[in-house]
C-alpha cells in the first residue's frame, strides 16, 4: 500500500540557518513525489516534484529536495531560512504502479523560523 | 486566471442538515479532488473525478456524494450533516499525469 510519513510535526529553526523537513515513503513502483507549503488560512501551494532523473530537484523560493530511492525518502531543504518561510508543509507520494490519479499525502509539519 | 475557486469560505450547519460546497477551475484541468483536512490527519482524499462525466471514490466517501458538472466544475454535496464532517474542505485540479495538483482556498464547515 501507498503511504508517507512526515516524522516531525514541528521543526524550529533561526533564520539564516539550513533547514530540513523530513519525507519518507512507501510504494511498490517507483515514485512521483510533491512537496506543497501551506500558509495559514490558505490553500496548499505547490513546490517542486520529483518524477524522474536527477535526484536533486530544485523549487520555487529557494527550496529543494533530495530523492534517496534506498533510504525511501524525500527530504525538503533550504540553505538559509527566512521568517517568511514558517508554515505547514506537506509530503505527498503517487504509486503510478497502482495507474490512478491520486496523491497520498503526510500529515503535515509545521515549520517555525525564528528571528 | 481566477485558478481554483470554491464557495462558500465558511459555514455553518445543524446535524442532518444538507449542503454542497461548489468548485470551479479555469484552466481546462481534467482532473479535479475534493480533499478534507482535519489536524494531524493531513490531507485525505473524498472523491475525485478523472475526466469529465467521471468520478471515484477516495479515502473518506462515507457520507458525501460529488457531481462533476462539467468540466469546470465539481460539487461536493453532504446529504445530512454529522458533526464528524466539522474540517477544512480543499478542492484541487490537475492536467496531465506528471503535473501537480492546483488547490482551492478552502471551505471552513462546522457541523453543530
Known amino acids: 500500500a501507498q503511504s508517507v510519513a512526515q516524522p516531525e510535526d514541528q521543526v524550529n529553526v533561526a533564520e539564516g540557518n539550513p533547514l530540513t523537513v523530513k519525507c519518507t515513503y512507501s510504494?511498490?513502483?517507483?515514485?512521483?513525489l510533491f512537496w506543497y507549503v501551506q500558509y495559514p488560512n490558505r490553500g496548499l501551494q505547490f513546490l517542486l516534484k520529483?518524477?524522474?532523473?536527477?535526484?536533486l530537484v530544485k523549487g520555487s523560493y529557494g527550496f529543494e529536495a533530495e530523492f534517496n530511492k534506498s533510504q525511501t525518502s524525500f527530504h525538503l531543504k533550504k540553505p538559509s531560512a527566512l521568517v517568511s518561510d514558517s508554515a505547514l508543509y506537506f509530503c505527498?507520494?503517487?504509486?503510478?504502479?497502482?495507474?490512478?490519479?491520486?496523491?497520498?499525502f503526510g500529515t503535515g509539519t509545521r515549520l517555525q523560523v525564528f528571528p | 486566471n481566477a485558478g481554483v475557486t470554491q464557495t462558500p469560505k465558511f459555514q455553518v450547519l445543524k446535524t442532518g442538515q444538507s449542503m454542497t460546497l461548489q468548485c470551479a477551475q479555469d484552466?481546462?484541468?481534467?482532473?479535479m479532488y475534493w480533499y478534507r483536512q482535519d489536524p494531524g490527519m493531513g490531507l485525505r482524499l473524498i472523491y475525485y473525478?478523472?475526466?469529465?462525466?467521471?468520478?471515484d471514490k477516495g479515502e473518506v466517501p462515507n457520507g458525501y456524494n460529488v457531481s462533476r458538472l462539467n468540466k469546470r466544475e465539481f460539487s461536493l454535496r453532504l446529504e445530512s450533516a454529522a458533526p464528524s464532517q466539522t474540517s477544512v474542505y480543499f478542492c484541487?485540479?490537475?492536467?496531465?499525469?506528471?503535473?501537480?495538483?492546483?488547490f482551492g482556498p478552502g471551505t471552513r464547515l462546522t457541523v453543530l
Open positions: 484541487a485540479s490537475k492536467q496531465g499525469y506528471y503535473n501537480e495538483q492546483f
Open positions: 510504494v511498490s513502483g517507483n515514485p512521483y
Open positions: 520529483y518524477i524522474t532523473g536527477d535526484n
Open positions: 505527498a507520494v503517487r504509486d503510478p504502479l497502482y495507474n490512478t490519479d491520486k496523491l497520498i
Open positions: 484552466m481546462n484541468h481534467n482532473s
Open positions: 473525478s478523472a475526466s469529465e462525466g467521471t468520478t
